[in-house]
């Protein structure tokens, strides 16, 4: 592994130590001044941090910008809290498909923005002379990837209504949202949970065992995420690819849409086809030939010695898994 590889996955290792020392404090904060206070901090924390990195110029700068990044934006099991209390056994498949749907939209632009937009001069030299373009080359795509976490913020300041019932503002019968019954049965465990204590209450095998399941399956996923970029970008005589960040960007970008399309048409249809349970087993199978693609597709390249329509095909396959895979969440 290269110094570069090791300082990437460093940081990227960073990121989600920080946030996981902070979730279940973020989360108990939400069950106590309500939900939507703690998106807005984790929206404009993830704001922040990302300008941030776009002005690092040292690996030390990275660290502290990925580390205030996981401290700032703990906030996922809030948003999926919310969606819990605003969905029910009869459309939660849906609700919870808009989830990955969302992240599959963010993994095609980010990419994108990154890969196109990365080092500005030297993709458009005449428009970006100011050395300021020089000194922080990342800072165009950073910029630019905050500004939807700004807007993200206003629409929820304005539009976004409490769903944490005790925060709630009391509305007439007419004009009560449709939250659902079971947030309430919810809200009671919550309150009561609160009074009790809090890790051994949750501690039956009912809840263990998804939650255990769902740490390995975040444990590999960040490990596919964070191999992919890097083994599409290492020369090919280390056993990578080689391809230009704009390739990359352009490849991981339609890898996202080609996600998001699968899980916003088919996943609650094989939701309610197959179950929950045997659909994630099934996802789950797939980790194993995820990442049996990458030495097939080393050795494809370092045999050929370019990338042609076999290597094409092998990495066609693996975006299947990869839609298959990311079922399972």
């Known amino acids: 592994m290269t110094c570069k590889n090791y300082h990437s996955l460093c940081q990227d290792s960073l990121f989600y130590f920080a946030q996981a020392l902070t979730v279940l404090g973020w989360s108990r904060l939400s069950d106590n001044i309500g939900r939507k206070p703690v998106l807005l901090i984790g929206l404009t924390g993830a704001c922040i941090s990302m300008i941030c ?3 690092s110029t040292t690996f030390w700068s990275l660290v502290m910008s990925r580390c205030m ?23 939660m498949a849906q609700g919870f498909a808009l989830i990955p749907i969302m992240w599959s939209i963010g993994s095609s632009a980010g990419p994108l ?8 001069q030297d993709h458009w030299p005449k428009l970006f002379i100011n050395p300021f373009w020089g000194k922080y080359p990342y800072f165009l795509a950073c910029v630019l990837s905050a500004s939807p976490l700004l807007l993200a913020f206003f629409m929820l300041l304005h539009f976004f209504e409490e769903t944490l019932s005790s925060k709630r503002r009391p509305r007439s019968t007419l004009a009560t949202p449709s939250v659902s019954h079971g947030a309430d049965d919810q809200e009671a465990f919550v309150q009561q949970s609160t009074t009790d204590p809090l890790l051994l209450s949750l501690l039956t095998p009912t809840i263990v065992i998804p939650i255990a399941s769902y740490a390995m399956l975040s444990f590999l996923d960040t490990s596919f995420r964070a191999l ?11 056993g990578g690819m080689g391809l230009t960040p704009s390739s990359i960007g352009l490849w991981l970008g339609f890898s996202g849409i080609v996600d998001g399309l699968f899980q916003a048409l088919f996943l609650a249809r094989i939701v309610d086809w197959v179950g929950p349970k045997h659909l994630f087993c099934v996802s789950a199978s797939c980790f194993t030939p995820l990442m049996v693609a990458f030495p097939i597709m080393s050795w494809l390249v370092h045999t050929r010695g370019m ?3 076999a290597i094409m095909y092998a990495l066609l396959g693996q975006l299947i898994l990869t839609v298959t895979w990311d079922m399972a969440f």
């Not at 996981?70 to 906030?75: A, E, I």
């Not at 923005?113 to 500005?120: D, I, K, Q």
């Not at 992919?228 to 005589?237: D, K, R, V």
């Open 228 to 238: 992919i970029p890097l083994f599409l970008s290492t020369p090919t005589h280390l």
């Open 53 to 55: 990195f776009g002005f």
């Open 113 to 120: 923005m990154g890969g196109m937009l990365a080092r500005p």
């Open 307 to 309: 990338v042609d329509h």
């Open 69 to 91: 990044w996981g401290v700032l934006n703990g906030n996922i099991g809030v948003m999926k809290t919310v969606m819990g209390e605003l969905t029910d056994s009869t459309n």
